[in-house]
């Protein structure tokens, strides 16, 4: 079945700096690439997502690209601010997870003042 | 405010005792799932349900049940609690069950097994 797998676990980085987290997964028939954030006690909110139709998405400092040769997406988050330390999840779906999102392990971003 | 409602937001109880965790999807979402996320864990997928009819299976405890009523609200019961089910219990909802489908979660039930 899917897998994803999710890296760094943790990732520090210095306020203003960019941060990216790499997911990558084993069915190529995925489809739909989801990235949530996760506040402290808080429930995951979709920040991104991306089809497998389309290599790159942004949304002001927020952009997941995708490469479906080495199926593996990526979270970039430029200008970090404080308000960014969380945790960050990837997901894929597609037809070998019966269109479940299967989910990576989570990536728990630190911004440092 | 993601539209999913989840209650209790809290609860505590006894080892060996049996709970019950609500969820109301967002108005229109016929897909409900449950996820389990113990302290400093990644987002475990226990069911899903789909307009009223059991659709996934993930790694869900026999102890534990969920079903979905015809107005879509779920329920998760979960039985003989032990210390290791304390954890955040998320559901979740979609419009449908196919790919591409933004899931929105709720707020969460923490339950805390002493």
């Known amino acids: 079945g899917e897998n994803v797998e999710q890296h760094p676990s943790t990732l520090s980085v210095q306020e203003g700096d960019s941060a990216v987290i790499k997911c990558t997964y084993s069915d190529s028939a995925s489809n739909y690439f989801p990235w949530y954030k996760q506040e402290l006690g808080k429930r995951p909110q979709l920040i991104i997502d991306i089809r497998s139709n389309v290599g790159e998405k942004k949304d002001q400092r927020i952009a997941v690209t995708l490469n479906k040769t080495a199926k593996h997406f990526s979270l970039h988050i430029t200008e970090t601010q404080p308000e960014d330390s969380a945790v960050y999840f990837c997901?894929?779906?597609?037809?070998?997870?019966?269109?479940?999102?299967?989910w990576g392990a989570g990536t728990k971003l630190i911004i440092k003042p | 405010d993601s539209g999913v409602t989840q209650t209790p937001k809290h609860l505590i109880t006894a080892t060996g005792q049996r709970v019950t965790l609500r969820c109301s999807p967002r108005?229109?979402?016929?897909?409900v799932y449950w996820y389990q996320q113990s302290l400093d864990q990644g987002l475990q997928f226990l069911i899903q349900?789909?307009?009223?009819?059991?659709?996934a299976k993930g790694n869900i405890l026999e102890r534990f049940s969920a079903q979905q009523f015809p107005d879509l609200h779920s329920e998760l019961n979960l039985s003989s609690l032990e210390l290791g089910d304390s954890a955040l219990y998320f559901c979740?909802?979609?419009?449908?069950?196919?790919?591409?489908?933004?899931?929105?979660f709720g707020e969460g039930s923490w339950l805390t097994v002493v």
């Open positions: 997901a894929a779906s597609g037809l070998d997870s019966n269109y479940q999102l299967i």
């Open positions: 349900y789909y307009n009223g009819e059991e659709r």
């Open positions: 108005s229109g979402d016929l897909s």
């Open positions: 979740a909802s979609s419009v449908s069950s196919t790919s591409g489908n933004t899931i929105y």
